[in-house]
């Protein structure tokens, strides 16, 4: 062999080595870049989150928000999933209870959490006594709920009080991704106008979403002026604002115990199948 097709080799061999390398280095970065962060929870052991902000929203109502460990950490919960929280209630036991958080796992580096504090409430006694620089202990994700995207054609969402963050969490999730057409319809009931929660986040998805996303409010003691429904949320309200019973739409509830009982009992009595309905 003569030395110019040794060199001519060497060359080839150079550039064969050179375009494997770089392809190495495309799959990589693509795999890298397409594979989805990793969560922050366990779902077997509590792990603590630092509260680095607290935002009073109403006399008993406050937006916590909680670190992740980088400021491109994702907390890793499914759509329509739930955390569970432990602390301490006002005789120092322990106590745990379910929350969603309001955010998603596209709200990268913090979670947030909205929480109404009742005055007897034991989990409610942890909050209000839990401040900026403290740590939080969070298990999960929990929840029997799965959200794949265009799964119904229509969700009627009931919710009551503090049982909104479910129903905004799938909302949101829905409304976000530009591939999901589901059509989602809220009945939201409350004591008074004040204890709406999300009220604005809420409103906004409506003007962003136009007939995609509805929510009807409803009062138990409304203001004077007031164009929402009045009193417990009715088998009427039920009909006129959610989707008719149908085998591809599904109707969420989450409330409080007596309003999520009465609910069943209208969504039963409406034709909804058990297979129509879901309470968190
Ligand atoms: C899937 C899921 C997600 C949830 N997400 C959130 C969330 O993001 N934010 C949030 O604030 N809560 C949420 N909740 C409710 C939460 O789990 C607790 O039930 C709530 O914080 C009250 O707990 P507590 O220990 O303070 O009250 P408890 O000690 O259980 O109750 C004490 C008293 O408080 C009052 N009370 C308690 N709960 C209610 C209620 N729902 N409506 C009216 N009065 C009540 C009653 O008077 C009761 O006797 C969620 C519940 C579920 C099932």
Redo the contacts with the bound molecule.
């Keep these: 062999m003569d030395l110019e097709f040794l060199q001519s080799m060497d060359v080839q061999i150079l550039v064969g080595v050179g375009v494997a390398v770089l392809a190495i280095l495309v799959a990589a970065s693509y795999l890298f870049s397409s594979r989805k962060p990793k969560g922050c929870l366990d779902p077997e052991n509590f792990r603590e989150f630092k509260l680095v902000k607290r935002q009073q929203l109403s006399h008993n109502?406050a937006k916590f928000t909680f670190e992740l460990p980088t400021p491109t950490s994702v907390l890793g919960l499914p759509i329509g999933q739930?955390i569970s929280c432990r602390g301490k209630?006002s005789q120092g036991e322990e106590?745990i209870?379910?929350?969603?958080?309001?955010t998603l796992d596209s709200d990268v580096g913090h979670f947030e959490?909205?929480?109404?504090?009742?005055?007897?409430?034991?989990?409610?006694?942890h909050?209000r006594e839990l401040h900026v620089g403290d740590y939080l202990a969070v298990k999960g994700p929990k929840?029997r709920f799965r959200y794949q995207p265009g799964q119904v054609r229509a969700f009627g969402m009931i919710a009551?009080?503090?049982?909104i963050?479910?129903m905004f969490q799938v909302a949101r999730a829905i409304l976000e991704n530009p591939k999901d057409m589901t059509n989602v319809h809220l009945i939201y009931a409350n004591v008074t106008y004040e204890d709406i929660?999300l009220k604005e986040e809420l409103d906004s998805l409506v003007a962003n979403y136009p007939g995609r996303f509805k929510v009807y409010y409803v009062l138990n003691q409304p203001p004077e002026v007031w164009n929402g429904g009045v009193g417990f949320v009715s088998k009427e309200m039920i009909q006129t604002h959610c989707p008719a019973p149908a085998p591809d739409i599904k109707i969420l509830r989450?409330?409080?115990?007596p309003m999520n009982k009465a609910m069943a009992g209208h969504l039963d009595a409406l034709g909804y199948s058990p297979e129509m309905q879901f309470q968190?």
């Design positions: 109502v739930h209630d106590v209870k379910p929350y969603t958080p309001t959490l909205v929480i109404k504090m009742y005055p007897q409430g034991r989990m409610s006694h909050f929840g009551g009080g503090s049982g963050t479910p929660l989450c409330g409080p115990p968190f």
